[in-house]
């Protein structure tokens, strides 16, 4: 069970999240490994997508998370502000 602090950091997280990715973002985490598979991971495991109609909806999407991402910079400045915010005395710094 999260104690309270910790649920303020979930809610931090999901409030940069938000900033980061708005209205897009993927439902599961993929790999792309060449042009011929797709490693999806699931909750409750990992599916290979190896059929040559399937791979390309995933190198699009990627292709539009990428250009939404934010690079270099200001990559590091999203993810060091909400750290900023941590107490130092909670160990997680």
Not at 1 to 23: C, N
Not at 29 to 48: H, K, N, P, Q
């Amino acid at each position: 069970m999260l104690s309270g602090d910790m649920w303020e950091r979930v809610r931090l997280f999901r409030t940069y999240q938000t900033k980061v990715v708005p209205g897009l973002r993927p439902r599961e985490s993929f790999d792309i490994t060449g042009c011929d598979l797709v490693t999806i991971e699931l909750l409750s495991g990992f599916l290979s997508l190896t059929h040559p109609d399937e791979i390309p909806s995933y190198i699009t999407a990627w292709k539009q998370l990428f250009s939404i991402a934010a690079h270099g910079r200001a990559a590091r400045t999203l993810i060091k502000d909400p750290l900023d915010t941590l107490d130092d005395s909670d160990g997680y710094r």
